[in-house]
């Protein structure tokens, strides 16, 4: 038997046997089971057990039971609706409708995508989950100044979003003149406004035009058009 580098052959066995002092005892390996190796051989060669609801699934559904929620969802018959609250500022707050309709503070926030507790001033109303609030109706089921009011302000909004007014006494009263139709006072105005760019006024006295009358992003936006 010869020894090439640093490797030794393998010996015969009748070499094995007749000389005692060329020992191979190759460590036995220790097998520990492990309970989780079983579990996941199992899962991974055994198929899912038959159960009968999986036929169930398959089955054409009753249209007329189901509802179409938002995005296109089905919903039950069972799930309810969220509640809409009309806020008034100087009472509501999250904490407060939290106690009112005991609601988790962060749910409402959630559900409204309420980064922060002041941009509730920049909402008129605010949406109360249905998971969490039981009672389905409303605390403030309508606008607290009343709908007609309402109607009024977005009227103002509307008609100084289209004629780019940041004025709101100039809004109230091209719409007061009108009897609050937005399309008759817009056109009023539009109206007067080419009036006077078609006639200027001469003069020493300096009167404030009606681009004066914009705020500064508007004045900004006529300037480049």
Sequence with gaps: MTWVGRFRPQAPEQVRNA??????????????????????????????????????SFKPKDPEKQVSGPGGLEKDDGAEDDVLHFLNHDVDSVTSLSFR?????AALRRAN???????????????????YYKGGLSLSPRPVDGEEEETRKNKIRRFMTA???????????????????????????????????????????????RQSNRGPFWRGFSTRS
């Design 101 to 105: 309709y005991g609601v988790p503070a």
């Design 113 to 131: 995508n309420l980064t922060s507790d002041h941009l509730l001033w920049g909402r008129r109303t605010i949406c109360i989950p249905s998971k």
């Design 19 to 56: 000389s005692p002092w060329l020992t191979f005892n190759r460590p036995t390996p220790t097998t520990i089971p492990n309970p989780r190796v079983r579990k996941y051989n199992y899962a991974l060669t055994t198929p899912p057990p038959y159960s009968p609801t999986a036929q169930e």
């Design 163 to 209: 004629c780019k007014v940041s004025d709101y006494d100039v809004a109230v009263l091209y719409l007061e003149q009108s009897h609050y139709d937005l399309g008759v006072s817009v056109e009023a105005y539009r109206g007067d406004e080419a009036w006077e760019r078609e006639h200027p006024r001469h003069g020493s006295a300096k009167t404030p035009s």
